[in-house]
């Protein structure tokens, strides 16, 4: 294969390496919890966002909650929420929500008003992002949780790096947002 040829690159996908920094937070000895929150400055700080944070749910009970919250500064205030509840009409009416609950692929929005005018009033965590990136942490077309990555104050072209970086993330995060989710269930 002659790597100087631009028809030797067509079709090929860029799979970079997954950053020292967050592998070493996956390989780390934290419970679910404790990566849950690792994680979320370090991936935030990667992807340069203004925030991230994760909706988690069960897909079989319906209940759900913003558990974990990262900013970049205190001008943006914490979505956590202390009690799983159901999911409200609004969200679920979200076109960006419904494609994580139709097990859809990630979703990753460079300028929300120009893409989806009105998203803010039709999903409660959308706060005036101008920027977003959804990931969804799927098993067996079953949604256990989005890993929501914001930008505010200007729009974002998300790279392919961005995107593999969301993807896989939340492909790492599977086991450790449904045995938080499950725990969460049986104290509840």
């Given at each position: 294969?002659?790597?100087n040829?631009?028809?030797?690159?067509?079709?090929?996908?860029?799979?970079?390496?997954?950053?020292?920094?967050?592998?070493?937070?996956?390989?780390?000895?934290?419970?679910?919890?404790?990566l849950?929150?690792?994680?979320?400055?370090?991936?935030g700080?990667?992807?340069?966002?203004?925030?991230?944070?994760?909706?988690?749910?069960?897909?079989h009970?319906?209940?759900?909650?913003?558990?974990?919250?990262?900013?970049?500064?205190?001008?943006?205030?914490?979505?956590?929420?202390?009690?799983?509840?159901?999911?409200s009409?609004?969200?679920?009416?979200?076109?960006?929500?419904s494609?994580?609950?139709?097990?859809?692929?990630?979703?990753?929005?460079?300028?929300?008003?120009?893409?989806?005018?009105?998203?803010?009033?039709?999903?409660?965590?959308?706060?005036?992002?101008?920027?977003?990136?959804?990931?969804?942490?799927?098993?067996?077309?079953?949604?256990?949780?989005?890993?929501?990555?914001c930008v505010?104050?200007?729009?974002?072209?998300?790279?392919?790096?961005?995107?593999?970086?969301?993807?896989?993330?939340?492909?790492?995060?599977l086991?450790?947002?449904?045995?938080?989710?499950?725990?969460?269930?049986?104290?509840?």
């Open positions: 294969m002659n790597l040829s631009k028809e030797s690159l067509q079709g090929a996908v860029y799979n970079p390496a997954y950053p020292s920094e967050l592998e070493a937070i996956f390989r780390n000895d934290y419970s679910d919890d404790g849950l929150h690792q994680l979320l400055p370090v991936l700080g990667l992807l340069k966002c203004d925030c991230c944070f994760l909706y988690l749910r069960h897909p009970h319906h209940h759900s909650r913003v558990t974990h919250y990262w900013a970049a500064s205190d001008r943006y205030p914490s979505l956590i929420e202390s009690n799983w509840h159901p999911e009409k609004q969200l679920l009416e979200s076109p960006v929500f494609a994580a609950i139709a097990a859809e692929h990630s979703v990753f929005i460079d300028n929300v008003e120009a893409e989806y005018t009105g998203l803010g009033e039709m999903d409660s965590l959308v706060r005036e992002e101008c920027s977003l990136a959804q990931g969804h942490i799927l098993k067996e077309n079953h949604l256990w949780g989005v890993l929501r990555l505010f104050e200007r729009s974002r072209n998300w790279m392919q790096f961005d995107r593999s970086l969301v993807i896989h993330s939340v492909q790492r995060l086991p450790s947002v449904i045995n938080y989710v499950e725990a969460a269930s049986l104290s509840a």
